[in-house]
């Protein structure tokens, strides 16, 4: 049975697809010599390794977690007879860190970024019946180049550092389309005016300035039309702006989505039919607070750091994505700051079907942002906003996570202002807890342990900022977006957490309220991110194991977390 054999983007969903997860030819490269020993070719490999699983992980088959600064894939891939005419895209969901494509022992293309995907028509390169597919990637975290985000840069897990992920750890497949298809697609919904704007590419061999045909859309809810609308395609690009007739809007709670599918016609010849989804609602901010759908709203967030035991980055199956967030609300938390990793769409997909609210982060930590880093994270993040613009789950951009005094302060404001022009419907924070530049919500990192001195600090006419003098609260909504973190292992085994391990779970629970119930009731706080929802290796600070198995009373904590806060009266 191939793993993960379901399509990885329902966000873009096209029929003529191919899985080629499942066992591929692997060989390691520690020498970093495969391509003089001809590996592009298909030569030298002596393992087998279970796609999409990376080497590391015990469901890859391998499970060696030293350091690999190269490693190579191989398997055979045969075009269908119905697709020979077609063109032939070959997509990665995410390949850590740098990888180069090999077709038939041709390179085909590389992309640089373990997080963001990436696609290369290999149309050219095939030949009748079966064609060499070989992938080489190369990773090497030690060296301040690249964001490697939680994975570890000593040879062990330790701290807030876990096992390593290396090369392919997400879905690889093939796509089918006849000639142009559509290509970085945007959809920006007004929920105030109930309508929909949907702009994007149509992707063709041919010069741009000769691109033709039209793009029609249609509207559903239900299994109901609801809105329609088409144009022609110009320099390459569409833009529609589509009424919509029923409006049932997205919340907290009540993922209601609207399905769109998309044609794009060349010469009065069907190329393209993609299928979507998006959700009605709007997100602003101002008076410190921020509003859904015109309302305020109180974020109870709590860290999701994307690891599962088995299979590190990469769930053994798409229940395990859906079960994190169904175990996050039936805790009483209302969304996830995925934490240090692009999660895969499948997540954001139950997060936007359940009504999840999500902050999204790029991976960033292990780059070095006060050198030349900026080359390393600025087109990675750009493809990750535009990967994910779409999912109505997300509502806060953050493309960096506790830089210091030695960042570039210029690179956080170029981010801060990338990430807008990207996408200018969502608040953007340049730097989580600690050193704000430019950010429209002010957040803190703050693992103070003692209730008293937790209450003194949000009962102060000034919210406690994380450096004075190096930066300064400007009136944006605060959000103490990493607190508790209460180290429970439930045994003596050799763990950490944040602050001393409490003697029971009477005490565990007596500051789990103080802490929480000091963050509802400040006037001046509109949100929270407990850390954090799961262990993970050596951090036993979850209130779910490893295993996602409870610690304790569901009914307890959801109790405590879903009292009505100060700014919600």
Not at 155 to 169: A, F, P, V
Not at 181 to 195: E, M, Q, R, T, Y
Request: aromatic share 12%.
């Amino acid at each position: 049975m191939i793993p993960r054999p379901e399509h990885p983007r329902p966000d873009l969903l096209r029929k003529d697809w191919q899985n080629l997860n499942g066992i591929w030819d692997f060989r390691f490269d520690f020498g970093e010599s495969g391509y003089e020993e001809e590996a592009h070719l298909g030569k030298g490999f002596d393992k087998k390794i279970n796609v999409p699983f990376a080497p590391e992980s015990t469901l890859s088959g391998i499970g060696y977690t030293g350091f690999m600064n190269s490693v190579w894939y191989k398997r055979t891939v045969t075009v269908p007879e119905q697709f020979r005419d077609y063109r032939v895209i070959l997509h990665f969901g995410a390949v850590d860190y740098l990888a180069s494509v090999y077709v038939n022992g041709m390179l085909a293309g590389e992309h640089r970024g373990g997080y963001t995907p990436f696609k290369i028509d290999i149309t050219d390169l095939l030949q009748d019946g079966e064609n060499l597919l070989v992938v080489c990637a190369k990773d090497n975290n030690r060296l301040g180049l690249q964001p490697r985000g939680k994975q570890a840069s000593k040879l062990y897990s330790s701290g807030c550092d876990y096992t390593r992920t290396t090369g392919i750890w997400q879905t690889v497949y093939l796509e089918y389309v006849k000639g142009g298809f559509i290509d970085d697609l945007h959809i920006i919904p007004d929920a105030l005016n109930c309508s929909v704007k949907v702009s994007g590419v149509i992707n063709k061999k041919t010069p741009v300035s000769r691109s033709r045909g039209t793009v029609s859309a249609q509207v559903s809810f239900g299994g109901e039309t609801v809105g329609e609308a088409a144009c022609e395609v110009s320099w390459g690009r569409f833009d529609l702006a589509i009424p919509i007739g029923r409006k049932v809007l997205w919340d907290m709670g009540q993922g209601n989505l609207y399905d769109l599918t998309l044609h794009y016609r060349d010469d009065g010849r069907s190329s393209d039919t993609v299928q979507t989804y998006f959700g009605l609602r709007d997100i602003e901010i101002g008076d410190g607070r921020v509003f859904l759908n015109g309302r305020p709203i109180f974020q109870r967030l709590v860290l999701d750091q994307g690891y599962y035991k088995d299979g590190i980055y990469t769930a053994q199956d798409e229940a395990l994505l859906r079960r994190d967030i169904e175990l996050s609300m039936q805790l009483g938390f209302n969304g996830a700051r995925m934490h240090q990793k692009v999660f895969e769409p499948r997540y954001l997909y139950y997060a936007d079907k359940l009504g999840y609210l999500t902050w999204a982060e790029f991976g960033s930590w292990g780059l070095n942002l006060s050198d030349t880093g900026w080359k390393n994270i600025v087109p990675q993040w750009a493809e990750a906003v535009k990967r994910d613009r779409n999912h109505p789950s997300i509502i806060t951009w953050c493309p960096l996570n506790e830089t210091y005094d030695g960042q570039d302060r210029e690179l956080l404001v170029a981010l801060y202002r990338l990430t807008h022009d990207l996408d200018g419907t969502r608040p953007v924070i340049d730097t989580s807890g600690y050193i704000h530049v430019v950010t429209d919500i002010y957040d803190t990192h703050d693992y103070v342990q003692d209730v008293d001195e937790y209450v003194e600090r949000y009962s102060r006419d000034e919210l406690p900022i994380n450096f004075p003098g190096l930066e300064k609260y400007e009136g944006q909504p605060f959000v103490v977006s990493e607190y508790g973190g209460m180290w429970w292992s439930g045994s003596e085994v050799e763990s950490w957490g944040y602050g001393q391990r409490p003697k029971s779970v009477d005490e565990f629970m007596a500051r789990f309220k103080g802490l929480t119930e000091t963050l509802l009731n400040c006037e001046k706080v509109c949100g929270f991110c407990y850390t954090q929802l799961y262990d993970v290796e050596q951090e036993t600070n979850g209130l779910l194991d490893y295993d996602r198995n409870p610690k304790f009373s569901f009914e307890t904590i959801s109790a405590i977390l879903t009292q009505k806060a100060k700014i919600e009266e």
